[in-house]
């Protein structure tokens, strides 16, 4: 057993296995978490986060007292997460599994949105309807916080080219690649999936911009807790932080008063 996770799998150096196929749980969070979790400390309104595994960064939201809606597509993990949960903060989570593309909430409901290391699982048509599904979702002044994969990691080293090439010749999506496992020089390839959509700044920064959302911090970010045949330096992950704007005042000088 792992001993800061009841009934998980056990451990592989920091990570631990998801039950489905759908790579690791890290066990320590990265900056943009972190600063995604501290500003939202105390929320009320409720955050979504979405592909929690056995609930990294939904514990640490829940020790902030943020109301969470803890979804995973695989229930196995939300039931082990359930068992994590300390009593004291069993009022502050909603559970709700499956594809989060299935699930039903209000618009304009929520005061965030996390997603870490999951929409790089995904083609680009369905990271851009997610996003703009996660716009209508998010309550006028709400943040979206997403954490992905980048290419910069060792055992990417003979996709990295391919990925370099295509964003140069202006891709929207150079890290799309089907046969994803052909090119990994890693163990435990069986604990991955066949496709990945691997990222990068701009890819990011273009994606959410066009669906309406202002970035607010966007970069690269380390991965200290990868194994050593993975990380690579310091740009492993990538980082976002973007705000549904509110809406303009009335009468502002960009908002458009229809004329009789
Ligand atoms: C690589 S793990 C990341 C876990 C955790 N967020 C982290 O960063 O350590 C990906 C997680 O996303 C979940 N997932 C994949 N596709 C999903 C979907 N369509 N809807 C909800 N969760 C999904 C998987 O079940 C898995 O637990």
């Given at each position: 057993?792992?001993?800061?996770?009841?009934n998980?799998?056990?451990?592989?150096?920091?990570?631990?296995?998801?039950?489905?196929?759908?790579?690791?749980?890290?066990?320590?969070l990265d900056?943009?978490?972190?600063?995604?979790?501290?500003?939202?400390?105390?929320?009320?309104?409720?955050?979504?986060?979405?592909?929690t595994?056995?609930?990294?960064?939904?514990?640490?939201?829940?020790n902030?007292?943020?109301?969470v809606?803890?979804?995973?597509?695989?229930?196995?993990?939300?039931?082990?997460?359930?068992?994590?949960?300390?009593?004291?903060?069993?009022?502050?989570?909603?559970?709700?599994?499956?594809?989060?593309?299935?699930?039903?909430?209000?618009?304009?409901?929520?005061?965030?949105i996390?997603?870490i290391?999951v929409?790089?699982?995904?083609?680009?048509?369905?990271?851009?309807?997610?996003?703009?599904?996660?716009?209508?979702?998010?309550?006028?002044?709400?943040?979206?916080?997403?954490?992905?994969?980048?290419?910069?990691?060792?055992?990417?080293?003979?996709?990295?080219?391919?990925?370099?090439?295509?964003?140069?010749?202006?891709?929207?999506?150079?890290?799309?690649?089907?046969?994803?496992?052909?090119?990994?020089?890693?163990?435990?390839?069986?604990?991955?999936?066949d496709?990945?959509?691997?990222?990068?700044?701009?890819?990011?920064?273009?994606?959410?911009?066009?669906?309406?959302?202002?970035?607010?911090?966007?970069?690269?970010?380390?991965?200290?807790?990868?194994?050593?045949?993975?990380?690579?330096?310091?740009?492993?992950n990538?980082?976002?932080?973007?705000?549904?704007?509110?809406?303009?005042?009335?009468?502002?000088p960009?908002?458009?008063i229809?004329?009789?």
């Amino acid at each position: 057993m792992n001993p800061l996770w009841k009934n998980t799998p056990d451990k592989i150096g920091q990570l631990i296995p998801t039950l489905n196929q759908q790579g690791f749980m890290t066990t320590a969070l990265d900056p943009y978490t972190n600063a995604f979790i501290e500003s939202l400390s105390g929320s009320k309104d409720p955050v979504l986060e979405i592909g929690t595994a056995y609930g990294i960064a939904t514990l640490a939201m829940l020790n902030n007292n943020i109301n969470v809606i803890a979804n995973d597509l695989e229930k196995k993990h939300l039931d082990i997460m359930k068992d994590n949960v300390p009593k004291e903060h069993s009022h502050l989570i909603e559970y709700r599994s499956g594809d989060f593309r299935s699930l039903t909430i209000a618009n304009n409901s929520l005061a965030g949105i996390l997603t870490i290391r999951v929409l790089h699982f995904f083609p680009g048509d369905s990271i851009e309807k997610s996003l703009h599904q996660f716009y209508q979702w998010l309550k006028p002044g709400g943040q979206l916080c997403l954490v992905v994969d980048s290419p910069y990691m060792k055992h990417l080293s003979r996709l990295l080219p391919i990925f370099e090439k295509r964003l140069a010749q202006g891709e929207e999506w150079p890290g799309h690649i089907d046969n994803y496992k052909e090119y990994l020089d890693v163990k435990y390839k069986d604990k991955l999936p066949d496709f990945i959509n691997l990222q990068s700044p701009e890819t990011l920064k273009q994606a959410t911009e066009r669906q309406g959302f202002k970035v607010k911090e966007l970069g690269f970010c380390a991965r200290p807790d990868y194994p050593d045949d993975v990380r690579l330096d310091g740009r492993e992950n990538i980082g976002i932080i973007c705000i549904k704007p509110n809406a303009l005042p009335y009468g502002s000088p960009s908002c458009k008063i229809k004329k009789g």
